[in-house]
């Protein structure tokens, strides 16, 4: 299969290295492409020491680096591997045999974040076993001509969410993005990196614009409730692990959503759109 790999990095030398050794070894590949972002590590260094193409992303975002990349590829698909994960042996093999039908736009794999981190590792071992839709593209193989069609990943998307606009415009454009649990990458991280991480998440575009639209002509109570039964919910799936759950862990939910129903409400304020307070 005529194949590019894209890599997007920043500040992130020493996983770089990491990753960049295993593609090269493990993906059969026709140009490895490293997009980077101004760091203050050797990323740049370590990207021009396995990539054939190493691009500087300008500073503008994540949103931007995964557009350049599919720009500057080529090839029918491109892997869309993240600097920091690890992957699973066979990962390749477990994919690249789903784009037979020209609907098929994206196959991705399972990403276990928090590996090495065992109460994380639980929970994401159960969402691979319960839930029916993911996406990302930590380890994606995407369709080129059909990202290109729906207008490719969004260059003002700077922070998190570039994945969930191209997911959304992707299947409203009729293509299907597939999710091959089986494929594996790990994503090693500690407890606090996690909730960092999803601090991050939770100030992602095009997350807050798609709650502000719903948010808007929703009442403030109902808001609120909203956010306390997805909270409850969380502690219930927290008490389904089958290992001990990490204190912390039982305040990452509840967080994650009132993290998010205030940046929302500072959102709206700036967009002078104001909730309604009626139920």
């Not at 994380?120 to 069609?149: D, P, S």
């Not at 089958?242 to 940046?263: A, C, D, E, G, Q």
């Amino acid at each position: 299969m005529d194949l590019d790999v894209v890599v997007c990095a920043k500040n992130q030398a020493s996983y770089l290295d990491r990753i960049l050794k295993q593609i090269v070894v493990e993906i059969p590949h026709k140009t490895l492409i490293v997009v980077y972002g101004s760091s203050q590590d050797k990323t740049c260094k370590v990207a021009q020491k396995y990539a054939d193409k190493t691009i500087w992303d300008e500073n503008k975002g994540l949103g931007a680096a995964r557009a350049r990349g599919i720009t500057e590829a080529t090839s029918e698909i491109v892997a869309m591997v993240d600097a920091d994960v690890i992957l699973a042996k066979g990962w390749y093999e477990k994919l690249s045999g789903h784009f037979d039908k020209p609907q098929v736009a994206a196959v991705m794999g399972t990403c276990i974040y928090g590996y090495g981190c065992k109460p994380l590792e639980a929970y994401w071992e159960y969402i691979r076993r319960t839930e029916k839709i993911n996406y990302g593209c930590q380890n994606t193989l995407f369709r080129r001509e059909a990202v290109l069609k729906v207008g490719n990943f969004d260059s003002t998307i700077q922070g998190a969410g570039e994945d969930y606009d191209l997911y959304r415009r992707l299947q409203a454009a009729g293509y299907l993005w597939l999710w091959k649990k089986t494929a594996s990458a790990y994503h090693p991280m500690t407890m606090q990196d996690y909730l960092r991480h999803v601090s991050w998440w939770t100030r992602g575009r095009p997350y807050i614009d798609e709650t502000a639209n719903w948010a808007a002509t929703t009442s403030i109570l109902r808001v609120y409730m909203h956010q306390a039964l997805y909270a409850l919910e969380a502690l219930k799936t927290a008490e389904k692990l089958s290992v001990k759950v990490h204190p912390t862990f039982l305040l990452y939910w509840p967080t994650l959503r009132i993290n998010s129903l205030m940046i929302l409400l500072r959102e709206l304020k700036k967009r002078n759109i104001a909730l309604n307070v009626g139920t």
